[in-house]
């Protein structure tokens, strides 16, 4: 069952006068359970791809279809929404709020969500311990290392139980060690059943997918490592 | 809700001078306004007090030609106007409210009157038996009119303690005489406002008997009064009512009903009865101090207005420097009206904050120039909780604009500044 077909995604940025093409025709099936690595390098418009499958952005043209509905058209907060309930989020540079502790970080979506306080702490507390932070709960952002803090972030994004993990470099902003835990992270979450997409210029961490696309100029070819088919060749 | 004003308060606290400073326009307006209002509501509520009085509620109603009091000092007895009968006072004191009349005759300037060689320039009344009591005099020494003296047309005379001062120099008059219209009087006792009812101004006159510009006043009972003066005098009326509030209603029913009966031809004649109302001329002169006041008002009201925009300032900074907090909680799930509940109740509460601290240096400061200046102050607390609304208006008002670019703020710029 495929959790989200993009079908001729084009996005083209403002630039001055001209509009520059920064994703051009990109057709990509994500089946439930896959775990992926778009692979490319800098500028070749990952983020920009990543935030429209996140529903953060919107495609110039083409059609977006997560879970079996088209986004065409929806509003704000119905795009809200769905990045609430059906999305996960984990960013290179973890993105917590600096004056909440670890707990309520991770709780915070399923307070949009409208989870009861109660409820919220305890599904976080559950979400903490299966990233290994059961005994950090109290900590503030700045007094944890930057792998603890993703994996707090990794926590928050599990929390709702989202259909898709969606990560942007992940690993890019800690050292080899740290990133290679959050691999092992990952790696388990796929095992337990979650569907992954992963953004990421390195190699090495690429590998740690089942399957690896590439993205170059803004078009997307399918990778020469492991993994199956693509829809378009280059 | 109960989350972001935590939220709130933790933003307030977590930059204390920054909040402190935007707060302070709101501070100096509230506390200006505050201090204001309590000096304009003291100065009225002593003004109230001084003329109306706390306790003895008399209201004069006299006979007014052409819209002037009618002095017969200089006047002669005027044509179509009717003494007051008894049936007349039956019906003054069958109007709502009314306790006791009193019915009187007077002349603002006496002439012709001495003792030995000093003459009396004061005022002079012809009083019925209830005058003493429905005004608040008392007997102070000597003794007051007997029935006896009213059925004899005694020629006996009250005198009060001005009087004492200015045609006795202050010699204990009881027992002396006095020449009146060149007839001989006798001075049977002393008459002052009584102590429950001292501080109490309850007409001009008594305003200047305190304030000791008048030669003070010679009483006579009414049916002494021809022998002086003249028959068929039309009298004045002083009616004691039962409450402060009522004065007003009262003294114009009791006007009308005396232009109604007293005036011969009430609809063509240039007289007529009118109430001398304090509590209208109370309101006068409140209105007056309130006028200088509202100017006050509106120049504090500036402040506020300045205060405003202070704050409309600072919570768009605000809102730039939260960019990152704005963009992970849109991306994670928080839709347009959290995010815009959540810098409103920012605003709100900041505003509030200096609101509150604006009432409370107001107040303080409303005492402090009360000790200083003697002015009377009286903090109201409507006043107080208005303010407290009207800043947290101003703080919605003013965080609205910032908090409306927060809530449409785009995630992928906000997430894009690392
Ligand atoms: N908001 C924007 N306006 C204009 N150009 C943009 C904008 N966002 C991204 N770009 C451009 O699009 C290209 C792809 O960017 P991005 O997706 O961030 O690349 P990557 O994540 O692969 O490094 C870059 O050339 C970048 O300059
Ligand atoms: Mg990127």
Not at chain 1, 98 to 114: Q, R, S, T
Not at chain 2, 50 to 66: K, Y
Not at chain 2, 257 to 277: A, G, K, W
Request: a negative charge; one cysteine or more; glycine letters at 8%.
């Amino acid at each position: 069952m495929a959790i989200l077909t993009l079908t001729d995604i084009c996005k083209d940025y403002q630039q001055g006068k001209e509009a520059v093409r920064v994703l051009k025709n990109i057709n990509l099936t994500v089946e439930k359970g896959e775990y992926i690595a778009i692979m490319g390098p800098s500028g070749s418009g990952k983020t920009t791809l990543m935030n429209i499958i996140g529903c953060l952005d919107v495609p110039t043209s083409g059609t977006y279809v997560l879970d079996g509905k088209d986004l065409k058209d929806l509003s704000d907060d119905a795009l809200a929404d769905i990045r609430n309930t059906h999305l996960g989020f984990v960013f290179q540079s973890f993105h917590l709020l600096p004056k909440m502790n670890a707990l309520d970080n991770v709780a915070l979506p399923l307070l949009y969500a409208g989870v009861p306080q109660k409820e919220r702490r305890e599904r976080a507390a559950e979400a903490l311990k299966s990233v290994g932070l059961e005994d950090r709960m109290t900590h503030l952002p700045n007094q944890m290392s930057g792998g603890q803090c993703q994996r707090v972030a990794i926590a928050r994004a599990m929390v709702g139980k989202p259909d898709l993990l969606l990560a942007d470099e992940p690993t890019g902003a800690l050292d080899s060690k740290s990133g290679s835990q959050i691999m092992e992270i990952f790696r388990r979450l796929n095992d337990e059943g979650m569907t992954i997409l992963m953004i990421t210029h390195d190699a090495g961490i690429a590998e740690c997918a089942d399957k690896v696309y590439k993205i170059l100029d803004g078009e997307l070819h399918t990778g020469d490592g492991k993994g199956g088919s693509t829809d378009e060749e280059a | 809700m109960r989350e972001n004003i935590a939220l709130a308060f933790q933003g307030i606290w977590s930059h204390k001078m920054r909040s402190v400073l935007t707060m302070l326009g709101i501070i100096i307006g509230i506390a200006a306004i505050i201090t204001i209002v309590s000096t304009i509501q003291g100065t009225n509520e002593q003004i109230k007090e001084n003329l109306i009085g706390a306790g003895n509620n008399v209201v004069t109603v006299q006979l007014n030609q052409n819209g002037y009091t009618y002095d017969m000092s200089w006047n002669s007895i005027p044509d179509g106007v009717r003494v007051v009968t008894d049936q007349t006072r039956q019906e003054l004191e069958s109007i709502d409210h009314v306790e006791k009349v009193s019915l009187y005759t007077s002349r603002n300037y006496a002439q012709q009157v001495f003792y030995k060689n000093t003459s009396f320039n004061g005022e002079m009344y012809g009083v019925d038996e209830n005058y003493l009591s429905v005004y608040g005099y008392q007997v102070k020494s000597g003794r007051g009119f007997t029935k006896a003296d009213y059925e004899g047309c005694r020629k006996v005379v009250l005198v009060d303690t001005n009087a004492v001062t200015s045609l006795f120099g202050g010699e204990d008059p009881v027992d002396k005489t006095v020449e009146i219209q060149g007839d001989v009087y006798t001075v049977v006792g002393v008459v002052a406002l009584s102590e429950e009812f001292a501080p109490t101004i309850t007409s001009m006159r008594d305003y200047q008997l305190y304030a000791d510009t008048s030669s003070g006043a010679i009483y006579m009972p009414d049916t002494t009064w021809p022998t002086g003066y003249r028959f068929d005098e039309p009298q004045n009326v002083a009616i004691k009512v039962d409450s402060t509030d009522a004065m007003t209603t009262a003294g114009k029913a009791a006007a009308d009903l005396l232009t109604e009966n007293q005036i011969v031809d009430p609809d063509n004649s240039e007289f007529d009865y009118r109430s001398q109302d304090m509590l209208e001329q109370a309101q006068q002169l409140q209105k007056m101090s309130e006028s200088t006041n509202t100017q006050l008002i509106w120049i504090a009201s500036i402040s506020l207005l300045v205060g405003g925009i202070g704050v409309m300032n600072i919570m768009l900074v605000s809102v730039t420097e939260r960019t990152a907090e704005i963009g992970l909680k849109k991306a994670i799930g928080a839709k347009k009206k959290r995010i815009l509940l959540q810098f409103l109740t920012e605003s709100a509460v900041l505003t509030s904050l200096g609101g509150i601290i604006g009432v409370v240096s107001g107040i303080i400061l409303a005492q402090l120039i009360s000790s200083m200046m003697q002015i009377p102050v009286s903090i109201s607390p409507p006043a107080i909780v208005i303010a407290v609304v009207f800043s947290t208006l101003i703080g919605v008002i003013f965080g609205m604009l910032p908090a409306i670019q927060a809530a449409n703020l785009n995630p992928i710029e906000a997430l894009r500044r690392d």
